[in-house]
Structure formats: structure tokens, C-alpha cells
């Protein structure tokens, strides 16, 4: 990654931006939304690739140590996930590298969505939020190297 990071340096104006944006490991509440209320019902965990967001970290650490980079914000924010039913969401997280185990197992969690569901007008949906973070680099001047 560092030999991308370089090669992206290469290129990149003076000044010019770099967007590292990416999943945060992490747990994820799993949520019975309604025109109602918002219902806790779950958790995913979403550290499937933690090694790598920690390898993705070091990287862009040797150019900014380097004065190649020079951060100018950091910050997470949630990202949400919206399923019509626990199935969709179950088929989504079955091909995801990153969101793995479901706790409680997906025939409680579609027993619980049905039961809040019953008593609630209109549409029900499943919600999974995915912190996320968002850096952004702007090249370093030559001149800022000296």
C-alpha cells in the first residue's frame, strides 16, 4: 500500500486531495425501524477485515510521517443499511467480508421484526448502522519537505 501511496503522491497536484473512507471494525446495532418508534433488536459484527483497516492505517502513516500528506480532517460518521426483511439483510451479510456473525440467530431476530411489525402502521424495515470513517490528506508542497 505504501508503493500505492507514492505512486498516488506522483501524480496528485500540489495541494490535491486524498479521501481515505472506509467501514470502521466494529459492532453494529440492529434495528427494527417504523414510522414509530426505532427498536434495537441485534447486533452484527463488523470486524471481518480488521486486520487490513489496521494495515490501511500504518500505510498512510510512513507518508504523512514523511510530510508527503498532510491531514486536514478526520472524523466517522454512520452509514445505514436499510433491508425490507431480516432474509435480505441475512443474504446481504452472507457475501459481505466485513459483516459476519448476527447475534441474536436470524430466525429471532425475524421472529422479533414480525411481532414489532404486527403492531405498527405502515412500513417496517431492518436497519444495520455501519460506523465509518472519513480522512482527508492534501499533498505536501516540495517545499514543505525541506
Known sequence: MVDTLGGIRRVLATGGIL???RPVPSKCPIEVVTAEEITQ???ADASGMAADDAAAD???GDPVERGWFLLRRRGQFNFDFYWDSVHEMATFMADSVRMKNVVPPVADLEKAV???AARAPGRTRVRCRRATMLAVYHKA???TLD
Open 19 to 21: 479521501v481515505d473512507l
Open 41 to 43: 433488536v441485534g447486533e
Open 58 to 60: 500504518r500505510a498512510i
Open 114 to 116: 414480525r411481532g414489532l
Open 141 to 143: 508542497s516540495p517545499k
